[in-house]
């Protein structure tokens, strides 16, 4: 009797450490953001070390600072997305300025910063226009389509349609809608509005979502998803909405 007491009470206990476990293990929600990385480099591309490299978020005033590697390294992880400008300076006299860094939303944008040294004059070099083009740092299969994009294209005011505009993704079955990635059946897909899952998890072929006014750039994920987006065997539309600045705005839009 005893020794089945003791049986008993080891279960409960054990269960007891693994319900708290679970309780204590804390949410984790999709990216909502991305990221700067590069190299500070000399005229002559040999690598800076100990730049001080600086992130200024135009819209908001957002300003982030770390100091470049002795490889001339650096990196911004979690950057809201938007425009930036990057300032470098450095102890010998140097300075750079890259004007229009866009950063977008699960990449990373690739920004080598070249930067005049001198000994008794700090020497400008401005470079524009720094664009990720290819995100080298993932294995991801994505397609970002953002706001700009949308405002030139004659696509619905829906996140579905806006889909279609990514290579592998083509419209789903007719009974049940949505829209199929690389051949996956609509009810395998998962749809993330600001790291929150709003997929809808009954049928699956669904998702609560916004305004269409409100978002700010579409991901879609047809492949190599990180381990944030595993509910998935199908693909992903990871999507995030517009964000406040320090600037009142106001305006009226039609859409015919």
């Not at 470098?88 to 699960?106: I, K, N």
Request: aromatic share 8%; net charge negative; hydrophobic share 40%.
């Amino acid at each position: 009797m005893a020794r089945r007491t003791f049986r008993k009470t080891a279960i409960s206990v054990a269960l007891g450490l693994t319900l708290g476990t679970l309780a204590a293990t804390p949410v984790l929600a999709a990216n909502t953001d991305g990221s700067v990385v590069g190299r500070v480099v000399a005229p002559d591309e040999r690598p800076v070390a100990g730049a001080e490299v600086t992130a200024r978020n135009l819209a908001t005033g957002l300003t982030r600072t770390v100091t470049a590697g002795a490889d001339g390294s650096y990196r911004f992880p979690f950057l809201p997305v938007g425009e930036y400008v990057l300032e470098v300076r450095h102890a010998d006299g140097g300075a750079a300025r890259v004007e229009d860094v866009e950063v977008r939303l699960g990449t990373a944008t690739n920004v080598v910063i070249p930067m005049g040294m001198a000994s008794l004059d700090a020497i400008e070099v401005t470079a524009t226009s720094a664009i990720p083009m290819v995100d080298v740092t993932s294995t991801e299969s994505a397609t970002n389509v953002g706001r700009a994009e949308l405002e030139r294209l004659p696509v619905d005011r829906n996140p579905l349609q806006v889909a279609l505009l990514a290579p592998g993704i083509a419209k789903g079955d007719s009974a049940l809608g949505g829209v199929s990635f690389g051949g996956s059946s609509v009810a395998e897909n998962t749809v993330y509005i600001n790291g929150l899952n709003v997929t809808d998890f009954n049928n699956r072929s669904g998702f609560s979502g916004v305004p269409f006014g409100f978002y700010e750039e579409f991901q879609f994920k047809t492949g190599g998803c990180s381990v944030e987006f595993g509910r998935s065997t199908g693909g992903v539309i990871n999507a995030v909405t517009r964000r406040g600045t320090n600037e009142f705005h106001y305006g009226v839009q039609a859409i015919w």
